[in-house]
Nanobody, 124 residues
Framework: QVQLVESGRGLMQTGGSLRLSCVAS????????MGWFRQAPGKEREFVAA????????YYAPSVKGRFTISRDNAKNTVSLQMNSLIPADTAVYYC?????????????????WGQGTQVTVSS
């Protein structure tokens, strides 16, 4: 079955950096756009970033654009999220997700498969 496993959880200070990774199995990775979402306590799960199958198309939420970078390594079935200049508002559980689409989606409804999530906490 399809599995997405995130890693890279951490407790960071404001201004710090953290890299999240997600390894996919049970699917043909090249056939999928990949996304990162996050959910803070008491809030809806929100879009963070997405990337198409070959990395030529990338989308970012306005709140993270310029600070976060999404990338993928198809040889390793891995998608990563490099997070720089972290702020307390970035505190959330981060999820990677897979969308069998050519153009990556920005709505959680478009993603069929999800990881279990990894906690990122940024202190002030």
């Amino acid at each position: 079955q399809v599995q997405l496993v995130e890693s890279g959880r951490g407790l960071m200070q404001t201004g710090g950096s953290l890299r999240l990774s997600c390894v996919a199995s049970g699917l043909v990775f090249d056939d999928y756009s990949m996304g990162w979402f996050r959910q803070a306590p008491g809030k809806e799960r929100e879009f963070v970033a997405a990337i198409n199958w070959n990395g030529n198309v990338r989308y970012y939420a306005p709140s993270v654009k310029g600070r976060f970078t999404i990338s993928r390594d198809n040889a390793k079935n891995t998608v990563s999220l490099q997070m720089n200049s972290l702020i307390p508002a970035d505190t959330a559980v981060y999820y990677c997700a897979a969308d069998e689409a050519v153009v990556p989606g920005r709505s959680r409804m478009e993603y069929a498969y999800w990881g279990q999530g990894t906690q990122v906490t940024v202190s002030s």
